[in-house]
């Protein structure tokens, strides 16, 4: 008979065929605030679940002709999210080991002691948890650079994408190349998060971060003693990423010494720890970056030429965003709703204008520099429209000047053969607080110096300092 209690909280299932220790724990568990339902057989309780979501079954080892391991095992395959804690007077610790290898969370001797029946059960449960977060994070990871988020809808971009797709599924070392801000590492995550390691680590490391002496022990770890501070023995990147890939970014700062061991172990899949005298066999995929010419850093003597070729077997460039400006707008548009959501500010909109000088701007930082123009736009806009005084961009100045040239007679006096420089900054300061509506962090912006800059020179030429005054 089954018995079902009506707490809405963690469930729990007792199984066993002693109704005295069924009742007990029922009671404990209950008081301890759970939701418990009882069954008095292996076959009862799988009856039960067929029906009913349970967070814990807490079962006995032996009972009837369907055991304790039996119904560890049958959960364990058909429920893998439930934790199962299994009870037993019989048996040590080959008992044990067989329960947690058929999927037990853990094994508890009778008699049982309640409050370590309570312990247990929390643990069951945060580790449970656990489990879930991670596996939704590396949902949540695995969807963010699935090829379907790769953003760009040109010609440039969907060529990009289709040699990726094709690289990821294999197991060679790729060289990823394009200028700062491109997205070399988001192409990196996107390779490894769609091949058959994407369940095993992503390792990056920024080469040109790491000091030289120490980057060989951060690659490949070091034993204990190896150098003066090296206390404990440590595993380096390289068997962290195990399973995995190592992502090598900015391979161009690498140091010649370290070149040569890398090509190393990219020839013999070996790394040797500092201060070992053996080899350790290492199953990683390599990825490497640079934003440098590296076939010219080996005609200068900075790259060697072996490690070179022996990247370049397969490459990936990246392109530069004005390559293909025809992403920018739509790039935008994502940007843009992506930092509202992070802001938690209300809608934004670009103008036709603010569009057309994204569109029209170089964009030398590349797509990073993109993505943090617009994050700044979100956070300084007043109100709904984004214009283009909020992007803060230097070369949209001279665009603005000129306009604002127009409005004002006095733009003229730059066209004659002499002028006063005092006259045409009061008028370039007024242009810029016009063009921003008095707002002082923007007009600075606009003139490429610090708002406490900006300040000093209004008060320079007697300006108010209420900026909001120059517009009455």
Known sequence: MLVEATHHTTKVLVVDDE?????????????????????????????????????????????GEMDGLELVQEVHTTRPETQVILMTAFGGIETAIEAIK?????????????????????KALTERDLRRENRQLRQAVEQRYSFGQLLGKSA?????????????ATQSTVLIQGESGTGKELVARALHFNSPRRHYPFVPINCAAVPEGLLESELFGHVKGAYTGAQIARKGL????????????????????????????????????????????????????????????????????????????????VPPLREHPEDIAFLAETFLQRHVEEANVGPRRFTHKALRCLETYPWPGN??????????????????????????LDEARPALMAEAGKEHPSSSSLAQESFNLDEVTQHLLVSALEKTRGHKARAAAMLGVHPRTLTRMMRRYGMPEEADDLLL
């Open 238 to 317: 390289f068997l962290e990423a195990t399973q995995g890939t190592i992502f090598l970014d900015e391979i161009g700062e690498m140091p010649v010494g370290m070149q040569a061991k890398l090509l190393r172990v990219l020839e013999q899949r070996q790394i040797r720890p500092v201060g070992s005298d053996r080899e350790v066999e290492v199953d990683v995929r390599v990825l490497a970056a640079t934003n440098r010419d590296l076939e010219a850093e080996v005609q200068n003597g900075n790259f060697r030429e072996d490690l070179y070729y022996r990247l370049k077997v397969m490459t990936v460039r």
């Open 102 to 122: 058929a999927g037990a969370y853990h094994f508890v001797a009778k008699p049982v002691k309640l409050p370590e029946v309570g312990a247990l059960l929390q």
């Open 156 to 168: 440039a971009m969907q060529r990009l994408f289709s040699l990726l797709e094709r690289l990821a």
């Open 19 to 63: 109704a005295e220790m069924t009742a007990m724990l029922r009671n404990y568990l209950t008081r301890e605030g759970y939701e418990v339902a009882t069954a008095p057989s292996a076959e009862a309780a799988l009856d039960y679940l067929e029906d009913h979501d349970v967070d814990v079954v807490l079962t006995d080892f032996r009972m």
């Open 367 to 392: 797509v990073r520099e993109l993505s943090h123009v617009i994050e700044r736009a979100v956070t300084l806009c007043d109100g709904e429209w984004i214009d283009v005084e909020d992007f803060g």
